[in-house]
């Protein structure tokens, strides 16, 4: 005879859930995929994947400063999924903490400096915080990585601050 401990049968409600909310997420149902997860309550809590999960269902219902907590609890219990990271810093941005934006792009980009995405995200919060030497630096580095990063540089608001600087110009013009 089998027996569940009770250990066992939590981690199968929280797997259970985590593939719910996934295929929730990817349908573009994020209440739904939010409701799946706050029925587990604080198994949720003990899982990083399922604290990934819970912030981007938030951040997809654009209900950014309450996304920090989970996605802030996910990079601690895993600290690699750049997934998380980049998460993490598109809430902080969005609920007016450009300084903790910035810190979790550098948290990820220190555990993958190769990563193009995150060097043009990072490009983009140096920007806005006025720091144009750090900006124009990542976004070499995201244009060297992935040229597929220039084509979207005359589109993004977050470069506004930088576009009559000589250094930006230049960059751009060296990379068209």
Same mark, same amino acid.
């Given at each position: 005879?089998?027996?569940?401990?009770?250990?066992?049968?939590?981690?199968? &409600? !929280?797997?259970?859930?985590?593939?719910?909310?996934?295929?929730?997420? *990817?349908?573009?149902?994020?209440?739904?995929?939010?409701?799946?997860? &706050?029925?587990?309550?604080?198994?949720?809590?003990?899982?990083?994947?399922?604290?990934?999960?819970?912030?981007?269902?938030?951040?997809?219902?654009?209900?950014?400063?309450?996304?920090?907590?989970?996605?802030?609890?996910?990079? *601690?219990?895993?600290?690699?999924?750049?997934?998380? @990271?980049?998460?993490?810093? @598109?809430?902080?941005?969005?609920?007016?903490?450009?300084?903790?934006?910035?810190?979790?792009? *550098?948290?990820?980009?220190?555990?993958?400096?190769?990563?193009?995405?995150?060097?043009?995200?990072?490009?983009?919060?140096?920007?806005?915080?006025?720091?144009?030497?750090?900006? !124009?630096?990542?976004?070499?580095?995201?244009?060297?990585?992935?040229?597929?990063?220039r084509s979207m540089v005359a589109s993004e608001p977050d470069f506004a601050p930088m576009q009559s600087d000589p250094g930006f110009r230049m960059l751009l013009a060296a990379t068209a």
């Amino acid at each position: 005879m089998f027996v569940l401990t009770p250990l066992t049968r939590h981690r199968m &409600q !929280l797997d259970g859930a985590s593939r719910e909310a996934e295929g929730y997420l *990817e349908l573009g149902m994020a209440s739904q995929a939010l409701g799946s997860l &706050q029925r587990r309550g604080k198994l949720v809590h003990s899982d990083a994947h399922a604290c990934y999960l819970l912030g981007e269902s938030l951040r997809e219902l654009e209900r950014h400063r309450e996304a920090i907590y989970p996605l802030r609890r996910s990079v *601690e219990l895993d600290p690699t999924p750049t997934e998380s @990271w980049l998460a993490l810093g @598109w809430c902080y941005k969005r609920s007016g903490q450009l300084d903790q934006a910035v810190w979790s792009l *550098e948290q990820a980009l220190g555990r993958t400096p190769g990563d193009a995405l995150l060097n043009y995200n990072l490009a983009c919060y140096y920007s806005l915080a006025g720091r144009k030497l750090e900006a !124009l630096q990542r976004l070499k580095r995201a244009f060297d990585l992935d040229r597929a990063f220039r084509s979207m540089v005359a589109s993004e608001p977050d470069f506004a601050p930088m576009q009559s600087d000589p250094g930006f110009r230049m960059l751009l013009a060296a990379t068209a």
